[in-house]
């Protein structure tokens, strides 16, 4: 085969049509059962921060109003259509294991299952859901409460009545936070202060001016700055309501506490506080354990890349890394830009066009 796109979720999804579009015939392998990615696997009230027209892969808009903002369910529907209107192999149930060199510029692909397929190319697009981040702090292990990251979180209803404490400051820890308070105390514990982003500018959903401005575009060095002159923190998206609920204190923030003391946490003036439940919204780190093998990643397990492309192997490229070529890297609207970008090489080099300059 000429390609092996590893990953069925968005990343690899839009990967597969932007091979297609190139003339080639990639196989797609996908662990779960869908060619759905997480998405079916996150916090039951998730929507997108962005409206439907700004949400949508290469070929297909997304359905229903253009400015509204697409739930959960919504987008696993999405994509399962999208799947469908491939004409591409999609194997679900089918974990990759390991990848190696095959001894001629293409590699084997080993499965759980024990199969190994060999291929000229090869587009690593497992994302992240399933390498949650979770930052160690003292006394941790021994924590009597319950402690989880927000990747095992699913709806408020096993939380009336409990002090609760969410790490993080992005948007989603926010939005978990918010509607925890509905039936919880809860605060958000947070290395540096929230900072908001109002959801509408003149009239205009935000994304509409990430979009006509060239911001969703921005190379990774020039968020970073723009992050440092916003305080450190992550910008979240907000409509006002989650601003006002911290203000009027349904729910507070609190810089991140120091260590774990049994059932209580320490916080950083010292005071120490029962708590019931401790949830990390820290994010992810890309799963791509199976890549070891072969040598493409650093010692931090991070792909060593060039915007996507490989700086270690021919025919290896990644789509669904966060901050990989722009801000919006990893999501439905900027994921496509970051396949089309990453696989001309890689189908250049499958399809052979390369062969007369040795490649």
Not at 73 to 95: G, M, N, P, Q
Not at 184 to 204: C, D, E, N, S, W
Request: proline share 5%.
């Amino acid at each position: 085969m000429d390609t092996i796109v590893i990953g069925g979720g968005q990343s690899g999804l839009a990967a597969a049509h932007c091979l297609r579009t190139a003339g080639l015939r990639p196989v797609v392998l996908e662990a779960g059962e869908h060619p759905t990615g997480s998405w079916a696997d996150y916090y039951d009230s998730l929507t997108l921060f962005s409206p439907a027209r700004h949400s949508t892969l290469g070929g297909q808009q997304f359905p229903g109003d253009p400015d509204h903002y697409p739930t959960r369910d919504e987008v696993v529907a999405y994509l399962r259509r999208y799947a469908d209107s491939l004409d591409v192999d999609i194997r679900t149930r089918t974990r990759v294991s390991a990848v190696e060199g095959d001894g001629a510029g293409g590699f084997l692909v080993h499965t759980a299952d024990g199969d190994t397929l060999r291929t000229k190319g090869v587009v690593a697009a497992s994302g992240s859901f399933g390498k949650p981040y979770l930052p160690q702090l003292p006394g941790q292990d021994t924590f009597a409460g319950q402690l989880l990251h927000v990747a095992d979180y699913r709806n408020p209803k096993h939380y009336a009545g409990r002090r609760v404490v969410v790490v993080g400051g992005g948007n989603s820890a926010v939005q978990v936070g918010y509607e925890l308070a509905e039936v919880a105390t809860v605060t958000l514990a947070t290395r540096h202060p929230i900072a908001f982003m109002p959801q509408f500018i003149a009239g205009q959903d935000v994304h509409h001016w990430h979009t006509t401005t060239g911001f969703d575009d921005l190379p990774p060095y020039w968020l970073a700055q723009i992050a440092a002159r916003a305080g450190g923190g992550t910008l979240v998206l907000d409509t006002g309501d989650h601003a006002a609920a911290l203000a009027d204190g349904r729910m507070d923030r609190r810089p991140l506490f120091t260590a774990f003391e049994g059932d209580r946490i320490l916080w950083s003036d010292g005071e120490r506080e029962h708590v019931d439940t401790v949830i990390f919204a820290t994010g992810y780190r890309p799963d791509l354990g199976y890549l070891h093998p072969l040598g493409a990643l650093g010692e931090d397990g991070l792909p060593l890349h060039d915007g996507g492309v490989s700086t270690t192997h021919l025919g290896l490229g990644y789509v669904g890394v966060e901050f990989q070529r722009s801000f919006a890297s990893n999501t439905l609207r900027g994921v496509h830009r970051d396949a089309r970008h990453v696989t001309a090489p890689i189908a250049a080099y499958a399809g052979g066009a390369l062969a007369n300059y040795g490649l």
